[in-house]
């Protein structure tokens, strides 16, 4: 069984800086792509960042220059760096790994997500 555990989050002042961080958890050997989602309140669900096993990254237009992703493959964990942060950056924040196989050669389809954190920019 995989599960993914988010930890982070917050209340913080516009233009100050959060981290966050998501291990996945089980008999993991490997996993493909691991990435940041979000939802605001009325709003649908929408990718903020994702990054492959070789280190290969994409980002939102809109957290660009302010949020870097990152990931420590041996720990199956990503990693959210948000700078500069704004009100709009206001959001439930979605951890999702796909791509994965563990250790006993089994694939794992499909998404997988974790619990979600709140993040809030407000002064």
């Known amino acids: 069984q995989v599960q993914l555990v988010e930890s982070g989050g917050g209340l913080v002042q516009p233009g100050g800086s959060l981290r966050h961080s998501c291990a996945a958890s089980?008999?993991?050997?490997?996993?493909?792509?691991m990435g940041w989602y979000r939802q605001a309140p009325g709003k649908q669900r929408e990718l903020v960042a994702g990054i492959t096993s070789n280190g290969n990254t994409n980002y939102a237009d809109s957290v660009k220059g302010r949020f870097t992703i990152s990931r420590d493959n041996a720990k199956n964990t990503v990693y959210l760096q948000m700078n500069s942060l704004k009100p709009e950056d206001t959001a439930v924040y979605y951890c999702?790994?796909?791509?994965?196989?563990?250790?006993?050669?089994?694939?794992?389809?499909?998404?997988?997500w974790g619990q979600g954190i709140q993040v809030t920019v407000s002064s």
């Open positions: 089980g008999s993991i050997f490997s996993i493909n792509r």
């Open positions: 999702n790994a796909n791509g994965i196989v563990d250790r006993y050669g089994r694939i794992y389809g499909g998404d997988y």
